[in-house]
């Protein structure tokens, strides 16, 4: 590992407490010239490192860098040896996971980029994704079940957000079914699961769940300004992502999916109110009134009763 990675893994481990530039080297057993070089490095790279004589290296609380190191050391340790890549800009990084899966990457790989120039989302449509600003994640899962019992992978990373902002940044967003996340009527996050099948066995060989996140975010291209939103609050991303990413492996490995349900439906949006949604090219209105233990949205109308498996409503009135 470069002195520079080293350094920013250091300081990061004591975030917020000074650290001497010769302890620095001691541990690593390099100059304090080395160390002073890869702070400067450090520095320039967006790290809000404060030097002072006698006290030594600082790295400052609101220090925001994604990075691969920062990620791993905010990981449980469980999953501390799991492969994790950061990118400064890539196209998409569910793109870049389903690569990694293919390649033979294993269950649990963590892909985020600071920027992606081609997010993608539900039905084809794009994530504006700019830089410094948002989380941009991939998980890769290999659940090797039938498809049946990965229904709920997209739920999971949907409370994963919602607990991981209301536990690090204080803030209570809710899930608008299936996948969208909103606060204060308006998006933060959304979420997409693309599964790579065996046609053969009827398994589910790896799913990748990609979640793209609203940080700090203030300016959004005209199509999507009335309805989009950030968190608004500081959020330290690498921390972040970590926290996110170990709460839906943790809820990968459960079977007994009761508490992630019940958490799922206390965090909907859409309950008990009007909405409307396709069906067979025309468009219905019905009240959600329920979801059910497959995680569809089972709606009321003059038709009767009927529950959604995947497809995009809208909530009468907003939020």
Same mark, same amino acid.
């Given at each position: 590992m470069a002195v520079k990675n080293e #350094? *920013? !893994?250091?300081?990061?481990?004591?975030?917020?407490?000074?650290?001497?530039?010769?302890?620095? +080297?001691?541990?690593?057993?390099?100059?304090? !010239? *080395?160390?002073?070089? +890869?702070?400067?490095?450090?520095?320039?790279?967006?790290?809000?490192?404060?030097? !002072?004589? =006698?006290? /030594?290296?600082?790295?400052? =609380?609101?220090?925001?860098?994604?990075?691969?190191? /920062?990620?791993?050391?905010?990981?449980?340790?469980?999953?501390?040896? %799991?492969?994790?890549?950061?990118?400064?800009? #890539?196209?998409?990084? =569910?793109?870049? &996971?389903?690569? &990694? +899966? %293919?390649?033979?990457?294993?269950?649990?790989?963590?892909?985020a980029a600071d920027e992606q120039t081609a997010g993608r989302g539900r039905f084809g449509k794009s994530f504006y994704s700019p830089a410094r600003s948002g989380l941009y994640m991939s998980v890769i899962l290999k659940p090797q079940k039938p498809v049946s019992d990965c229904t709920l992978i997209t739920a999971a990373a949907a409370c994963a957000v919602t607990d991981s902002l209301e536990e690090l940044c204080g803030v209570h967003a809710g899930i608008k079914w299936v996948n969208d996340i909103f606060l204060n009527g308006r998006k933060i996050s959304g979420i997409l699961t693309e599964a790579i099948s065996d046609f053969e066995s009827g398994t589910v060989e790896e799913v990748i769940v990609g979640i793209g996140l609203n940080i700090s975010t203030t300016e959004f291209p005209q199509d999507i300004a009335p309805v989009a939103g950030a968190v608004g609050v500081f959020a330290e991303r690498s921390r972040l992502c970590a926290d996110i990413a170990a709460k839906i492996l943790d809820s990968a490995a459960r079977d007994d999916h009761a508490e992630l349900l019940r958490k799922?439906?206390?965090?909907?949006?859409?309950?008990?109110?009007?909405?409307?949604?396709?069906?067979?090219?025309?468009?219905?209105?019905?009240? &959600?009134?329920?979801?059910?233990?497959?995680?569809?949205?089972?709606?009321?109308?003059? =038709?009767?009763?009927?529950?959604?498996?995947?497809?995009?409503?809208s909530v009468v009135g907003g939020f």
């Open positions: #350094v *920013a !893994a250091l300081l990061e481990q004591r975030r917020g407490t000074a650290v001497s530039g010769q302890e620095l +080297a001691d541990m690593l057993g390099v100059s304090r !010239a *080395a160390v002073w070089k +890869a702070v400067k490095q450090l520095q320039d790279e967006g790290y809000r490192i404060s030097a !002072a004589t =006698n006290r /030594g290296y600082l790295l400052e =609380n609101e220090t925001d860098v994604l990075s691969a190191d /920062g990620i791993r050391l905010n990981l449980p340790e469980r999953y501390r040896e %799991l492969p994790v890549e950061v990118y400064r800009s #890539v196209g998409s990084t =569910n793109t870049e &996971a389903k690569a &990694a +899966a %293919l390649r033979g990457m294993p269950h649990g790989t963590i892909i799922y439906r206390e965090r909907s949006l859409v309950l008990g109110r009007e909405v409307t949604f396709l069906k067979d090219g025309a468009l219905h209105t019905g009240k &959600a009134v329920s979801i059910d233990d497959d995680g569809r949205l089972v709606i009321s109308s003059e =038709n009767g009763t009927e529950a959604l498996r995947s497809g995009e409503i």
